[in-house]
């Protein structure tokens, strides 16, 4: 494929898909998108970070080539005013891998948000964001040791749709009407209306990866969160379909919280997943009260928003949150937080959040040893009182430094 800037470091080799799997290369070619805003100093401290790291952990066997991709102002840049040029959702199609830095959602008239732009163009059907907690992060929790779970959020379905009827319009009237002289029902006068399509083709291909998970990592449980005794045919359906998926497909290595009861007297079996489910809101309470009851959880696009942000406050905050936007092969791992334009080109922020969405993409691609090193690594600094300002204003006693500094810092731990 040829591109018009994008460049493919000719060194590298690309990954590629065979049998359902990844055959990744030891000289992979990745994607990554500095971003906006705070995305160049993130991206220039993370990279340092990940590549030193895979030195250390292969001593040169492998290394990954990057090629750089373009969206958001940087894109705007280049592509002539355009934002979210095609060729980009083409070389991540066709290097399958890529990280990115956060992105402005410019304002002005009907521009989607590229993020939304992104998922959807490219079929992202689930938001991946692991909860984990490491020793000495400032936390609100009294035992935020407890937390380490990993919420899957489907992405494409639910309200975000954005099947939305502005009170006023005749769309709105005419469905207002249809709505109640067809099928019975009745609203307040000028109510603005909007649709909740929830399908079991997006439920399932979304528990299926929850599970899949679950079984690749070892985890012994797989939460269904919903709102299902309010809104049965959508939030209700979407915890029946992901029961009947774990049924038909993981019968063998899956068994429900009822046959737990059952026939095991609330013992898990050794080698089994327990599919359980629990009501949204409790589910808040929950993982304040009782974190350690959850490994992976599974949910819809409304309820993962939320779940995925008050989790991460638990374990400290949105600095150092990671995720991931997955196709059933392509995925794309993100810094969960936005721009952050006022600390723009400061060197000043948490880098961690966009470096842990990297080890994140070590451990799909099967580089785990280099997510354990960062990992080690990240633990020793933090525990050294050397953080950026978000967590120094949270420590007594902590040495604060740049953005760039804080990665020297954890390179020099590795
Ligand atoms: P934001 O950029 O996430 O920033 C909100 C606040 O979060 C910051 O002021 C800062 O708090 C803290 N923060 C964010 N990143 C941090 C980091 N790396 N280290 C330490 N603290 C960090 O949210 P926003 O101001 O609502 O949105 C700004 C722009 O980002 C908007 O254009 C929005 O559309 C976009 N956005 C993009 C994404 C994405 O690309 N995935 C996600 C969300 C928002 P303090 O001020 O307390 O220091």
Redesign the pocket.
Known sequence: MSYRHVKIPESGQKITVSDNRLNVPDNPILGFVE?D??GPD?TRAAMRVWNAAVEKAYGGNRKVHWAELYLGEKAAGIYEGDYFPAETLDAIRDLIVAIKG????PIGGGFR?L?VSLRQELDLYACVRPVEYFDGVPSPMKRPEEVNAIIFRENTEDVYCGIEYQSGTPENQKLAKFLREEMGVDFFQDAGLGIKPISPFGSKRLVRKAIQYAIDNGRKSVTLVHKGNIMKFTEGAFRNWGYELAREEFGDVTITEDELWEKYDGKPPEGKIVINDRIADIMFQLMQLRPAEFEVLATMNLNGDYLSDAMAAEVGG??IAPGANMADHVAVF?????????YANLDK???S?LMFSGSMMFDYIGWREVSELISQAFAKTIAAGIV?Y?FARQMEGATEVSTSGFADALIERL
């Open positions: 971003g805003g705070i993130i956060p992105l402005t959602t948000s993020n949105m600095g993100e810094a969960t937080h936005g721009t952050a334009p006022k922020v948490n880098p959040s950026t978000d």
